[in-house]
């Protein structure tokens, strides 16, 4: 089976949520496969991830031909403008499409898209984002025996009228809504048009399933490597936490500045010897100030391998309260062993139990608690870490979820082929 994968981003190095998502998928699948890869190129997401490399692109395109064929990539139309991104929302909000699509659309990447069309048929073509779904035309004149499939890391709708109602700034919560509501319309009306629409989660499937009459929704889930994330040869340090996740993307640093601002004081009034580290790309200037006003706070930006970090750590604490889909970075740190107090939105979509595989808390008081009775309790604590593995490796190993994924693809397949 051919199948073309088009992503909205280079899925290497597989670091962090879109990345590993990405690229285990397109490696999974090319076990079965024969996978190619259309790409835009998004050099501030790419760039800080190979740190001294002098050409990131290139380092991408011959790690990912290991497994896939990498058959075109062009830069995001905004990546050379520095003020696109706020032009763009500006004229956004006069055009036939909301942001969320138009900050994709390009002629060149078009006419790339065109000319692989008409060089190779494929089985099946996949749109990893509900803003590539613009791209969807070109199979009606060059690809119409192809079925079609389309990705949604989030319900991106669902995403952004969550943003609205939780940002303190009346003019972006305005933005907001306003685009929540115009990328509802726009999915309710394109995703019927594909064979397929991959969700990371019933949840998101629920969701996606009240904006339209879809004949066709799978939950695939995120997934983890079992194998490169393995709990330590002993427990780390019960007064040491951490949290890794970008810091560019917004729900990572509204967590941080929350637990900082708010969960920290009460930690520490509690627990002085308490230490917490930050590992995460890109990392905001008032995050990195804090370690100067409290040595117990690390800082440590972008690294290479974020496991000798997990494993030094004796609690992992996600106070993700925003964004969607499901959080890798909550199966990372199952399969690395690390017991987790997480707010209830940072394990959507994961089949977790309070008190079993994480602890759950919402407001300062309870995440000082739960964290102070992990610290105090090393049985829950092993406890914990051994049902949090046993659900990893029994249900979110990459290599069963890729196989499910291949699996729906020959599905459709055959039954475009049929029709």
């Not at 726009?186 to 990371?200: G, M």
């Not at 009240?210 to 066709?216: E, F, G, N, T």
């Not at 964004?323 to 990372?332: A, E, F, P, Q, S």
């Not at 977790?352 to 964290?371: C, F, M, Q």
């Amino acid at each position: 089976m051919k199948i073309l994968w088009i992503s909205h981003f280079l899925p290497y190095p597989p670091k962090g949520g879109l990345l590993l998502r990405g690229y285990n998928l397109v490696r999974e699948l090319s076990r079965y496969a024969a996978v190619d890869l259309l790409a835009f190129n998004q050099p501030r997401l790419l760039h800080p991830l190979l740190p001294g490399s002098h050409d990131p692109e290139a380092i991408a395109i011959e790690e990912l031909g290991r497994f896939c064929r990498v058959v075109g990539v062009e830069n995001i139309p905004l990546s050379d403008r520095p003020w696109g991104a706020g032009v763009l929302a500006a004229k956004s909000l006069f055009s036939r499409y909301p942001y969320t699509v138009n900050w994709l659309v390009s002629r060149r990447f078009s006419d790339r898209l065109a000319r692989v069309l008409a060089q190779t048929q494929y089985d099946v073509v996949h749109f990893d984002t509900i803003s590539l779904a613009y791209y969807r035309h070109l199979l009606e004149r060059h690809a119409s025996g192809s079925a079609l499939s389309l990705g949604h890391h989030n319900i991106e709708s669902h995403m952004l009228l969550r943003r609205a109602g939780k940002s303190g700034n009346w003019l972006k919560r305005l933005y907001y809504f306003q685009e929540g509501l115009r990328l509802a319309r726009y999915e309710k009306r394109v995703c019927p048009e594909f064979d397929l629409n991959i969700v990371c989660s019933d949840l998101d499937a629920n969701r996606l399933s009240k904006l339209a009459r879809i004949p066709r929704i799978r939950a695939i889930e995120n997934g983890v490597d079992i194998e490169y994330f393995r709990p330590g040869a002993k427990a780390g340090d019960p007064k040491r936490l951490i949290f890794v996740g970008t810091m560019n993307w917004y729900p990572n640093v509204d967590a941080m500045r929350f637990f900082l601002s708010a969960v920290w004081p009460v930690l520490t009034q509690l627990e002085p010897g308490v230490s917490m580290e930050i590992v995460g790309a890109n990392p905001p200037a008032d995050l990195m100030e804090y370690q100067q006003k409290d040595t117990r706070v690390r800082v440590h930006g972008f690294v290479d391998d974020v496991r000798p970090y997990l494993a030094e750590a004796g609690i992992y604490v996600c106070p993700v309260r925003d964004g969607g889909g499901t959080k890798l970075k909550v199966l990372d740190a199952f399969s690395s062993g690390v017991p987790m107090v997480a707010h209830p939105i940072a394990c959507e979509g994961i089949a977790v139990e309070d008190g079993r595989h994480v602890l759950l808390a919402s407001d300062p008081d309870s995440y000082a608690t739960k964290i102070i009775e992990l610290m105090q309790d090393e049985p829950l604590r092993c406890r914990m870490a051994t049902e949090a593995r046993k659900l990893v490796e029994t249900r979110y190993s990459f290599a069963s979820i890729g196989r499910r994924l291949y699996e729906e693809f020959s599905s459709i397949s055959t039954t475009h082929r049929a029709n």
